[in-house]
């Protein structure tokens, strides 16, 4: 059987399965962020380690497998983060996860250095403060005691892998998260690396996503749950794994997009994709030789999150579903959510960019609220939609997957504001860490290629478009750009 590990943002998701790929349990292990004032957010590694451990036993003990029958581990976790680690591989300090975005004067000198055109066509992605390389200028700027302790940087997954193996490695979809990545040579871009005044000594070596890298050690083993000696593959970036869980491996497969805490819509390509306004980005695939340009928003699943923690906060579990019930009806007509809560990615790239109700009134409740939350997101992506749309990319079916993608509603608002079919997946929540098994089941010789992904999840809930709404909303999408546009001066004010 195999075990993947899905290193979220907000817990590590550990699923069971068969031998080839089919979904038998799941656990959830959560872990605390650390957001504060400044675009600060970290989580300690730690934390994740100790998530990956209790949710493996937990794992086996809710499903009666017996441990003998592990024969391999997988991994899929969070990108564009910044694991400083000491010569002992031992963290140096918290984590800089994908939604820091302190490193806002670090970006502007990596693109000042290369200029922004030639890094968008090197990097596969724009300089951002979001991205590892910034976060690690940061700390060697403003942490000098820290930062001369660091001998390795990483990621999430790699962290973990390390520990559970002694190999500290990554691979090409996490490494295309980094700005630190010559995407089309496959290898960590010396240019890059000059102008950012960063040790191309202290990045990990980069290998296969469906590398062994190493076995469960002997001193972990009854930490983690499972026998020593499992083969342990590297696994990749949850984007990418995404998409295979959602069974997008080839250019003649659906767009597919994903509901979580950031939100993205993406596809796969056999060449990276430029969009001359560079309001995409392209990381690689977990197939070689295969890319998934993409579209990533910030906060889109993270600004339901918060809207459900505001107006429902002492409802737990329950608040999501009971702050989206009987919005239906609710009319948001002039009144738009910028969904801008931890700056921005796709499509505007601005760091100061912050979230808005705009067109407020008195009549406006709850309900208004949670709708216009859910079609700012929309509006959000819509963007990036047309992106695609331009660059010849079809878009005209998306398969849904993550949390986000069990909710109806907002699966009918993103078909009559995009304009396409929107169909749910069977498997949503757990599709990374499918993606993750998958990819170890390939890695270990358990199936013959990656193929099998499409036979493991399949569609079970379609939604198609109503005509007169997506023309209602077509016109307020561009109402919706407006108040960007016209906040945008204000959001750089408030930085200077």
Same mark, same amino acid.
Not at 128 to 157: G, I, Q
Not at 249 to 265: F, Q
Not at 427 to 455: K, P, Y
């Given at each position: 059987?195999?075990?993947?590990?899905?290193?979220?943002?907000?817990?590590?998701?550990?699923?069971?399965?068969?031998?080839?790929?089919?979904?038998?349990?799941?656990?959830?292990?959560?872990?605390?962020?650390?957001?504060?004032?400044?675009?600060?957010?970290?989580?300690?590694?730690?934390?994740?380690?100790?998530?990956?451990?209790?949710?493996?036993?937990?794992?086996?003990?809710?499903?009666?497998?017996?441990?003998?029958?592990?024969?391999?581990?997988?991994?899929?976790?969070?990108?564009?983060?910044?694991?400083?680690?000491?010569?002992?591989?031992?963290?140096?300090?918290?984590?800089?996860?994908?939604?820091?975005?302190?490193?806002?004067?670090?970006?502007?000198?990596?693109?000042?250095?290369?200029?922004?055109?030639?890094?968008?066509?090197?990097?596969?992605?724009?300089?951002?403060?979001?991205?590892?390389?910034?976060?690690?200028?940061?700390?060697?700027?403003?942490?000098?005691?820290?930062?001369?302790?660091?001998?390795?940087?990483?990621?999430?997954?790699?962290?973990?892998?390390?520990?559970?193996?002694?190999?500290?490695?990554?691979?090409?979809?996490?490494?295309?998260?980094?700005?630190?990545?010559?995407?089309?040579?496959?290898?960590?871009?010396?240019?890059?690396?000059?102008?950012?005044?960063?040790?191309?000594?202290?990045?990990?070596?980069?290998?296969?996503?469906?590398?062994?890298?190493?076995?469960?050690?002997?001193?972990?083993?009854?930490?983690?749950?499972?026998?020593?000696?499992?083969?342990?593959?590297?696994?990749?970036?949850?984007?990418?794994?995404?998409?295979?869980?959602?069974?997008?491996?080839?250019?003649?497969?659906?767009?597919?997009?994903?509901?979580?805490?950031?939100?993205?819509?993406?596809?796969?390509?056999?060449?990276?994709?430029?969009?001359?306004?560079?309001?995409?980005?392209?990381?690689? /695939?977990?197939?070689?030789?295969?890319?998934?340009?993409?579209?990533?928003?910030?906060?889109?699943?993270?600004?339901?999150?918060?809207?459900?923690?505001?107006?429902?906060?002492?409802?737990?579990?329950?608040?999501?579903?009971?702050?989206?019930?009987?919005?239906?009806?609710?009319?948001?007509?002039?009144?738009?959510?910028?969904?801008?809560?931890?700056?921005?990615?796709?499509?505007?790239?601005?760091?100061?960019?912050?979230?808005?109700?705009?067109?407020?009134?008195?009549?406006?409740?709850?309900?208004?609220?949670?709708?216009?939350?859910?079609?700012?997101?929309?509006?959000?992506?819509?963007?990036?939609?047309?992106?695609?749309?331009?660059?010849?990319?079809?878009?005209?079916?998306?398969?849904?997957?993550?949390?986000?993608?069990?909710?109806?509603?907002?699966?009918?608002?993103?078909?009559?504001?995009?304009?396409?079919?929107?169909?749910?997946?069977?498997?949503?929540?757990?599709?990374?860490?499918?993606?993750?098994?998958?990819?170890?089941?390939?890695?270990?010789?358990?199936?013959?290629?990656?193929?099998?992904?499409?036979?493991?999840?399949?569609?079970?809930?379609?939604?198609?478009?109503?005509?007169?709404? /997506?023309?209602?909303?077509?016109?307020?999408?561009?109402?919706?750009?407006?108040?960007?546009?016209?906040?945008?001066?204000?959001?750089?004010?408030?930085?200077?």
């Amino acid at each position: 059987m195999i075990i993947a590990h899905d290193l979220g943002t907000t817990g590590n998701k550990a699923s069971l399965h068969t031998d080839d790929g089919r979904l038998v349990a799941a656990v959830t292990v959560p872990y605390d962020t650390d957001f504060r004032a400044g675009g600060i957010a970290e989580q300690d590694p730690d934390s994740w380690w100790q998530a990956v451990c209790r949710a493996g036993r937990e794992l086996l003990a809710h499903s009666g497998a017996p441990r003998e029958r592990i024969g391999v581990i997988g991994f899929s976790g969070q990108m564009m983060g910044a694991v400083l680690l000491d010569r002992a591989h031992r963290p140096v300090r918290p984590a800089m996860i994908w939604a820091d975005h302190r490193s806002a004067g670090q970006a502007r000198t990596l693109a000042a250095g290369l200029g922004e055109e030639r890094a968008y066509r090197l990097l596969g992605h724009r300089i951002h403060p979001t991205y590892s390389l910034s976060k690690v200028m940061w700390v060697r700027d403003n942490e000098p005691r820290t930062f001369r302790r660091v001998a390795h940087v990483c990621l999430a997954k790699d962290y973990i892998v390390q520990r559970l193996t002694g190999t500290l490695a990554t691979d090409p979809s996490d490494a295309s998260s980094t700005n630190a990545f010559d995407q089309r040579a496959g290898v960590w871009s010396p240019a890059v690396l000059d102008v950012a005044a960063i040790d191309p000594g202290l990045l990990p070596d980069i290998v296969e996503s469906t590398s062994v890298v190493g076995r469960v050690r002997a001193h972990v083993a009854e930490e983690t749950g499972v026998p020593a000696g499992v083969p342990v593959v590297i696994g990749a970036g949850d984007g990418p794994l995404a998409a295979l869980g959602a069974g997008v491996l080839t250019s003649g497969d659906s767009a597919y997009t994903y509901l979580g805490s950031s939100s993205w819509i993406s596809m796969s390509a056999r060449r990276p994709l430029y969009d001359p306004a560079m309001r995409t980005m392209t990381f690689n /695939h977990v197939l070689p030789g295969h890319y998934v340009p993409t579209a990533t928003m910030q906060a889109g699943g993270a600004s339901l999150e918060w809207i459900a923690h505001l107006l429902r906060p002492d409802d737990g579990p329950e608040r999501i579903a009971r702050t989206l019930t009987r919005i239906d009806d609710a009319d948001t007509t002039g009144l738009y959510f910028l969904p801008h809560l931890l700056g921005e990615r796709s499509p505007y790239w601005n760091a100061d960019a912050r979230g808005a109700f705009v067109g407020l009134s008195r009549h406006h409740g709850p309900a208004h609220l949670a709708k216009a939350v859910l079609e700012g997101v929309a509006f959000n992506l819509a963007t990036c939609v047309t992106a695609f749309r331009e660059a010849g990319h079809p878009v005209d079916r998306v398969d849904a997957i993550g949390g986000g993608a069990a909710s109806d509603t907002w699966l009918r608002i993103l078909a009559d504001v995009w304009g396409a079919r929107m169909r749910r997946r069977s498997i949503v929540e757990e599709a990374n860490s499918l993606g993750a098994a998958v990819t170890a089941a390939v890695g270990s010789g358990l199936v013959d290629g990656f193929e099998v992904a499409r036979e493991l999840s399949t569609v079970e809930a379609e939604f198609t478009p109503s005509a007169d709404r /997506h023309r209602d909303y077509t016109a307020r999408h561009r109402e919706f750009l407006d108040a960007y546009r016209s906040l945008e001066p204000w959001f750089a004010r408030e930085r200077a």
